[in-house]
């Protein structure tokens, strides 16, 4: 279908954005054209201020609009344990569960030899300095439990082992509310593997 040049911009701007299809990068499109023009701007800014004041905190990895973020300059939180995770969402997801209070350490991806994605291209060297530099007494490895996760956690805990620094892996198994029928081989294999005392 014929477009004027500024709609099928906007529509093929879209469609970079993950999970968003054709048919719904036209909806929003036209959502867009349909809107306030302060909205519209309002949007824009947002967008643009989001790419340019965001940075990654030089201490942690996680974004931030200061050096350190506010994770690292919260003095109440446990500096003794760390908590390392693949991606930035991965602490906002943390943090919602109001359950943790140490603090993070982001990698900002996983080890993939098969994408060429080596430790060195990830943030594992920044990871081995602090945990030179600070009195780390556990370290909890969050990554995803996906090949890739595992092979960061693994190649991580074997690294950090030498040090005598607790190293731990989040458990992995049947979500809260699942059902044992419906759970594949590998999630009940983790869930059997994973089990404690009650």
């Not at 719904?24 to 701007?41: I, W």
């Not at 201490?59 to 939180?77: E, F, K, L, Y």
């Not at 209070?101 to 030899?113: D, E, Q, T």
């Not at 060195?120 to 945990?131: Q, S, T, W, Y």
């Amino acid at each position: 279908m014929y477009y004027p040049e500024p709609i099928s911009k906007l529509i093929d701007s879209f469609t970079k954005l993950p999970g968003i299809g054709p048919k719904t990068a036209v909806r929003l499109a036209f959502f867009v054209l349909n809107m306030n023009d302060d909205d519209v701007m309002d949007f824009a800014k947002s967008l643009v201020n989001a790419k340019r004041e965001l940075t990654h905190c030089s201490n942690c990895g996680h974004i931030t609009d200061q050096d350190p973020c506010a994770i690292c300059q919260d003095t109440s939180r446990d500096s003794s344990v760390i908590c390392v995770v693949q991606d930035p969402k991965d602490v906002i997801a943390m943090e919602k569960m109001k359950e943790f209070n140490g603090r993070y350490h982001v990698l900002h991806g996983a080890i993939s030899p098969m994408d060429g994605i080596g430790p060195e291209d990830i943030n594992v060297p920044d990871l081995i300095n602090r945990l030179k530099d600070e009195a780390v007494e556990e370290l909890i490895l969050a990554t995803n439990p996906n090949i890739e996760g595992e092979a960061t956690a693994m190649y991580i805990s074997r690294l950090v082992k030498p040090s005598g620094i607790k190293t731990s892996r989040i458990a992995h198994g049947l979500p809260v509310g699942g059902d044992l029928e419906y759970a594949d081989e590998v999630t009940l294999s983790k869930a059997l593997e994973g089990r404690r005392d009650l």
